[in-house]
């Protein structure tokens, strides 16, 4: 059973929200506060990108066979309770804005087993082309997917 949601989470926004990471805290995440430390959160929260990106086809090997790439432009990043070392984490994401060259996006990480949001994250990413080194539009297959995923839930940031 699920533990409840904290009163900052909507429940049907959680059921909105793909999970795009799954993981535990380790003692070497933890600074000298014994919490896990500010450059881990980012990152799971990097990771979770990735698979979030993968979801509407931004895979790796797109990127790599097509010489493109995305570049981090802005992140804003909301601490909100602290994990430690053994506490299971999921971070969950949605899409909350597609151009054909940006994107929008969340991560919201929440203690596994309280439920509690830990920390919430709001980026955006510029589709490149990685010769050029300048943006350009993604292909209309992947803004179709991606478009498809749109949220309108607010991340609180």
Known sequence: MEPDVKADVKPDEKADMEVTYRGTVYPWHCDHMGHMNVMWYVGKFDEATWQLFSSFGVTPEYLRAGGR??????????????????????VRSALLEVRSKVIRFCHRMENAATGEVAAVTVLTGVHIDTGKRRSCPMPEEQLARAGAMVSDIDPGI
């Open 69 to 90: 790439g995305m570049a981090a432009v802005d992140q804003r990043i909301s601490y909100r309770r602290e994990v430690r070392a053994g506490d299971v984490l999921v």
